[in-house]
Every structure is written in C-alpha cells, then in structure tokens.
C-alpha cells in the first residue's frame, strides 16, 4: 500500500481501496456458485454449466453477429473470447440499469471472429451480473455479500460507494493532475476528493469492477483461494474446490510472448492470468480504477499470497517491483533489480508514445469547413456526441456551445494545450471515466483525439474548492475522422485507434463510427447500412442498389466522394463491393423441403432425394435463374441512367456452378470484362454436397468466358464429407481476399462478389459490419476502408 499525502489519515490493514479488476475473480467464483446450485437446476430443468449460451439466460441478450449472439457462452465472457473489444466508453450508467446496458451490446461490433482472440472486456463481465438477478431474483452485490464476504468475515469490503464514504476508512485515490506524457508534462500529484464514483453511479461495473476493499479482507479472500476454497481458519467450505480449480483454468491466451526473460506467456481463465516465474506458478490479476492500482497474486504451488494495494494512479511502477522483490525473497532466488527494470520499461514506453508523426506543415483542410463540423451525431450505444467548434470570437459561437467552451474545466483544458493554434473541437462526453473529448486538427479530415476527465462539477456540488481539481487526459491517444455522408445529416465522425479498445496491433479493414443515424458501415450512402434496416422491405436488389441519392446525378456523385477521399491518404483506400448471393439453387429447395434439423443431419449428406439433385455442386433453378435476371435489370436500369454507374472494374466469382450461373445472367449485355474464378469466395466447403465443387476441367468447358485463377486445382482438393470449414477459418479466408484486391486492385474502386450466404458473412465480420440477410439473388452493396499497415 502507498500513501501518497499527509492530508488523509494514515494507511492501516483497514482502510478501504478500490480493487477494480480484481473484482472479476469474485464474479466468477459467484457464477460458478450459481453452477454448483441444485435449487436453482431444479427450477430451471436444466443444470447451468460453464459452456451454457448466454443467449438461453438473459432476454436482454443481443450481439450485432448472429452466430455470436446465439453461440457465447459463460465460459467465452470469462475469458474474454467473444470477438467484442473493450468498448469501455459505451458503458455508462443508464435509467434501466444492467438490464438496458445489455439490451445495446448489440449495437456494437466485434472487431475479430468468435473465439478468434482473446480481447478482454468488462461489458462481458457486466452482463453476467445480471444472472443473480435475472435467475434468483437477487441483486448481485448482495448475492457476493451473502456467499463470499459474510462467510469469509470480509466485513469492510462492499460494492457500495455511500457505505465506504460514512465508514470514513476509503482511502484517497491520486491522480497526476495536468499530466501530458505528449508534451512530457509529468503533472501533480492531486487527491481525486471525492471518490471518482458517486454514490449510484458505481452499480453499472459492479460486476467488473466495483469492490472497494482492504489489505485485511484480501488476506481472508488469498488464503481461502490458497486452501481450495475452504476458509483459512474454520477449514469450512466456502467456494467448492471444483470452482476455485476451474476459475483458474487457461481458457484463452492473455499474452503471446514473454514480457522477461524470467516469465513465460499467460493465460487467462475466469479472471485471472496464470503464468511461470523462475520455475514457479502465478495465478493473479491487477485492477486500476482512476487513482488506484491493484494486484492480487497467489503461488499455488508454494502456498504464497500477495495482495499489493495503491491510492497512486501511477502505483504499478512500485507495486510489480515490491510483488517480485518478495517473491524473490520468500521463494530463496537470486535478487533481481526488478525497481530498475519497472524504470526502463516506463521510460521505454513514454519514449515509444512520444514518438509520433508529427503534424504536417501546412496540414490539408478538412472536405468541408471547420463550422459546418458542429452538429449532434448519435450512436445507439454511445449516445450523442455534439462537437463544439472553439472560435477566436465567443459572439460567434451558438448558446449551446457558449456554455460549453466558457466552462472552467474547458477553459483549463484550453490552457492547457500545447498549440492553441490548431483548430480544436469540445465534445462534452459524460462517461464512467470521462467527462470531455477534445479534438484537435492533424491533417484533411483527421483530428487527435484527447479522453479527458476532471472532477470540478462534482467538487463544486459538493462544497469542495476548485484549488484541488483533478484533470487528466490531455494526451492525444486517439484519432477520429470525420466522414461525410451523401446529405449533411448522414454525415459521421469514425473513431479509431484503441478508442473501442480493441486487442493487437492494425487497423485492418473497416470501422467503427459514430454519426447521425449511428451503426452505418463506414459511410451510410445505402439503404441496407442502417442497423435497423428491413431487409424484405428493401428487397433483394433495390432500384439503385440501395443508393440513398435518388438524383440523376447520384452515381457521379457518389464516385466523385471516393475519389476525394482517395486522394487524401496514400495509406487509405476505399473501395465499393457489390457483394452478390447466388440465386436460388436445388440445395435452397431441398433446406426448404426438410427443414434445418434434418437437412443438416441427414440430407446435405445426400446428392438427391429422388426428386430434387443438389449435388455435387448445386445449380441454379429456374426461380434462383429469375433472381440473377433481376440484379441483370436493375445494373441495365442504372446503366441507362443520364451519368451512369461505373461498371466493376473487377469482377470475382465463386467456382461454384450456382455462383457462375448467377454471375453470367447478372453481368449478361451489361458488361463484357471477365469474371476471374477465386477458390477463396467459394461457400464453407465440406459435410454439404452441394458445396463440394466440379472439377477446374468442367468449368473451363462449362463457362469459357471466366479466366481461373492460376493456383486453382482440378479437383476439389478442400471439400471432406467429415469435416465442415469453421467460421474462423472462412473469416480468415475472407480477410485474405480483402487483403488481396486492396493490395493488388490499387486502381480499382468498383469491385463486384458473386458468392454464397456464409462466405459473405465472413466478408461482413472482415469489415466489422452487420451481418446482413441477404436472400437468394440478392445484392448487397458496401464501401470499405482499408489502411495499409506501416
């Protein structure tokens, strides 16, 4: 524990911090209470187990994925393997509480497949406290106290904020005040009075971050966990044995590579990570909420506890040094200079922060003026966001934006900018852990987003002085891009970086946005963009694919955009693909006769029914051949048009023979470039008999007017009767093709897909959009940004 001022009564065993994330190991063991409950099997006539799917718990329960809302399960939001990222921001709190908070996950996107990666997220953690509710009707906060704290004594540790605050033993978390590790302005060390959570507000993280503790409770809690659930003193059962091993099972890999020469990659289970340090076994976790750091470790094997408490924001630099030094100590190992090695990894990692592409000189102007940037822009999980233009002259701002830029915590960060001359946004953002964004210009349409939070409200409401206000955040950690739309209120503002806390290193393809009609993939020109969008009303090719724009000049329009933004960034490419789904085939028809169940258990296994032949290699019927004349129709429509649209300068096509047939009838008397045959748009191949392809010999016969891509086998050297292509596989396909024509099509703006239903939706998860339902004969249009890696 560090006690960082004199003005606070002194650091006892008893006095209470906040232990953030080490709040998660106390979820999970209350989950796996929930599993070992005969009662609760008994009312449900089902025993809950690890591996149930949270979608058959909760009817809040929706993910943007199809296949990943109806597939997670307990064990993947343990251990953070859904394919969401943090998305931190979008959790705050909300009139309907948890309950809503669940209800916009899906509203918010993945950004890898499911189970693809481990990418922790506290939302997960969030959702699943409302099971205490939702199956026993019981608050989870109540539901801990009653099996974990009261059993163990834990008798100073609540998730209540207004119950540590009258206790008056709630330690005085610290900040570093004005700190800019940019600007290398280190900041003061400031007292965040009161605690960053006000009484209420700390429910909505309850379940991942929300115990305030102390060093005396903790002790109980280790000790117990070290003696396999049973209380270190009564040797009475607490948590059962079974939980407390399978909490601490790896699950998904927290860390690829080594950080020491000393400790091995880590794996997470049910929040905590289990690594090896010099031979030796450490199951932990870390917590850091504003002002407080924590670390709760145990050596399994050498019945070894560690609980490392700080009111220091900065706290980690001292506490991994103390936890190895004792470590070391009590273990008899040769002392490592660990104090020194915390010191170069902190001015290592401050250097590589400062180390960023500097501000051209004379930066490139926005595609529309700096005022006509303000506006209200809304996401349906992030809420609005109303950006304040910061002018020279307060007479030419609107009311709104009057009280928002002459307000004191405003005016401090204004002050406190390094280059008051860049042309700087306010965006009031009340969040859990903030409370403004500032957005200062970098070049064309690009701005550095700064995250920041200060306290001044909360003091002046309740009767502190302004001398110690805390403000932090000043750094540029992010960037934002304002995009415009085809009318100014579909315009939006694409945040990216590690804004929605996404795990690993580049950006790839895609993004995520907030804007006035929140959710679009990247611009919103099209009808099928929106999130809430009908599909049947839209129809499966709608006249101008979907356009929005329904003037005679809408394609050049529309082409004259990208081209713009094309222009703008070298690294930046965005390109147009007209993803188009087969019409209609045998296999359709023979799903449609038997149903799901049995078409996947018995008859996909089959080329025919005696009646019906969909295999090898389904074709097209004479309705799935009607369907590709209607896509042909609309591209004629379009084409007649007094400023046409631009033909696929690239036409690619799955070598399945209902993909051929459906591409040949689309593109006939439109267009008369060559369909390139790719073996990677093909459907998920293997198990079905209809995804099992002809041979290269019968489609260079069948559709001689294709070119085949040179590496493309005779047989089908991919399709097995046993073995179905899994979604991660098809997904990695499908980023490869990405790859592929972003790498190779440089010129190349237009880019149509003929393929199938799956492999599209691999294509939607690659570009972090929507999975849309597309139907037989369908054309599905989406403009992609990819950035190229440096």
Known sequence: MVARTSMAPPITPDTVFAIASDSKLFLATGVGLLIKNESLAEHRREKLRWDTKIATLLPEWGLMDAEMQNGVTIQDMLSHRTGMPRHDYSGYAREGGVSEMISTLRFLRPSSGFREQYQYNNLMYET??????????????????????????????????????????????????????????????????????????????????????????????????????????????????????????????????????????????????????????????????????????????????????????????????????????????????????????????????????????????????????????????????????????????????????????????????????????????????????????????????????????????????????????????????????????????????????????????????????????????????????????????????????????????????????????????YKLFFFGRHGEGYHNVGREKYGDTDWLAHWSKLNSDGEIKWGPDAELTAIGMGEAANANKVWKEERAMGVPIMLPERIYCSPMTRAMQTNSITFEGVSGRRPVVLESIREWYGAQTCDKRKTRAYIEKAFPHFDIESSFTDEDELWEMETRETQEHAIMRAKAVLDKIFVEDTDVTFVSITAHVGIISSFMYAVDRKRYPLP????????VKATRCI
């Open 128 to 573: 699943l406290s409302h099971l205490q509710p939702t199956l026993l009707n019981q608050t989870f906060e109540s539901y801990i106290a009653q099996h974990i704290f009261m059993p163990l004594g834990m008798n100073a540790s609540t998730y209540s904020v207004a119950e540590a605050e009258e206790r008056g033993t709630l330690a005085q978390g610290h900040h570093w005040s004005m700190k800019d590790s940019l600007a290398g302005r280190n900041g003061t060390l400031t007292a965040t009075v009161p605690y960053f959570q006000r009484p209420g507000e700390e429910k909505i993280w309850a379940g991942a971050a929300g115990i305030l503790s102390s060093a005396r409770d903790l002790s109980v809690w280790v000790a117990m966990l070290l003696n396999s659930g049973r209380h270190p003193s009564t040797n009475a059962t607490v948590i059962p044995e079974d939980v407390v091993e399978h909490v601490a099972l790896g699950a998904s890999v927290s860390l690829k590579k080594a950080e020491f020469p000393e400790t091995s990659p880590k794996v997470y289970g049910c929040g905590q990570n289990r690594f090896s340090y010099r031979g030796h076994e450490i199951i932990e976790h870390g917590g850091s909420n504003p002002g407080f750091k924590t670390i709760v470790s145990r050596l399994p094997h050498d019945n070894i506890g560690l609980v490392v408490l700080s009111n220091d924001d900065n706290g980690v630099r001292v506490m991994e040094p103390v936890k190895f030094q004792i470590i070391d100590a009590l273990l008899g190992l040769e002392p490592i200079d660990w104090a020194q090695r915390y010191v170069d990894s902190i001015a290592k990692g401050i250097r590589d922060n400062q180390a960023v592409t500097p501000r051209p000189s004379p930066p490139v102007l926005p595609t529309t003026s700096f005022d006509a940037l303000e506006g209200n822009f809304n996401h349906l999980t992030y809420g609005s966001i109303s950006p304040c233009y910061v002018r020279s002259h307060t007479s030419e701002l609107t009311p709104t934006c009057t009280d928002v830029l002459t307000h004191p915590v405003v005016q401090s960060i204004l002050n406190a900018s390094e280059s008051p001359e860049i042309p700087t946004f306010i965006v009031p953002f009340k969040r859990t852990f903030s409370t403004h964004l500032r957005l200062a210009h970098f070049s064309g349409n690009l701005f550095n987003v700064s995250v920041i939070w200060s306290n001044h409200d909360v003091r002046r409401a309740e009767g502190h002085t302004q001398s110690e206000d805390v403000l932090v955040g000043l750094d540029n950690r992010f960037m934002v891009e304002w995009v415009p739309g085809p009318t100014r209120t579909e315009d939006g503002f694409a945040f990216s970086g590690d804004f929605w806390g996404k795990e690993g290193g580049c950006e790839g393809v895609g993004g995520l946005w907030t804007g006035e009609r929140g959710g679009v993939a990247v611009f919103g020109f099209f009808a099928q963009d929106d999130p809430l969008a009908d599909a049947d009303a839209i129809g499966p090719v709608p006249p101008r694919f979907g356009l929005l724009d329904a003037s005679d000049t809408r394609w050049a329009d529309f082409t004259a955009k990208l081209r713009e933004l094309n222009a703008h960034d070298a690294a930046v490419s």
């Open 776 to 783: 037989t004969g369908g054309v599905l249009p989406v403009v």
